[in-house]
C-alpha cells in the first residue's frame, strides 16, 4: 500500500520560509514524477509545482516561480518544497502526489493528506 506522509507545515509570518517535506512509503517514487498541490478554503485545489523522476525537470505555477523550490531525494524516498518569501495568498492546505508531472490532479495516482500552511500578515 502506498503512503505519502506531509509534514513541514505550520504558521509563519508573510516574508518567512517553510519546507515541506513528502515521504513515500510502499512505492520506490525514484521512477515516479511527483509534485506539489495547494488547496485553500472555497478554492479547488491548484498545481503548485512538480518534478520528473531524475530531478532534472521541474515546473512551476507562476504565483510561486522565483520563491518555491521542489526537490527530491530519492536515497531518502522523500520529495520537498521549499517555500520562501511566503505572502498571505499562500495559505492552503499543501499536498504532494505521485505519478505525474500534470497540472491537472486526477493525472495523480497517490495522494498524502495534506499539511497546513498558514502564513499571517
Known amino acids: 500500500q502506498v503512503q505519502l506522509v506531509e509534514s513541514g507545515g505550520g504558521l509563519v509570518q508573510a516574508g518567512g520560509s517553510l519546507r515541506l517535506s513528502c515521504a513515500a512509503s510502499g512505492r520506490t517514487i525514484s521512477s515516479y514524477a511527483m509534485g506539489w498541490f495547494r488547496q485553500a478554503p472555497g478554492k479547488e485545489r491548484e498545481f503548485v509545482a512538480s518534478i520528473n523522476w531524475a530531478g532534472g525537470s521541474r515546473n512551476y505555477a507562476d504565483s510561486v516561480k522565483g520563491r518555491f523550490t521542489i526537490s527530491r531525494d530519492n536515497a531518502k524516498n522523500t520529495v520537498y518544497l521549499q517555500m520562501n518569501n511566503l505572502k498571505p495568498e499562500d495559505t492552503a492546505v499543501y499536498y504532494c502526489?505521485?505519478?505525474?508531472?500534470?497540472?491537472?490532479?486526477?493525472?495523480?495516482?497517490?495522494w498524502g493528506q495534506g499539511t497546513q500552511v498558514t502564513v499571517s500578515s
Open positions: 502526489a505521485s505519478g505525474s508531472t500534470s497540472l491537472i490532479p486526477k493525472r495523480y495516482d497517490y
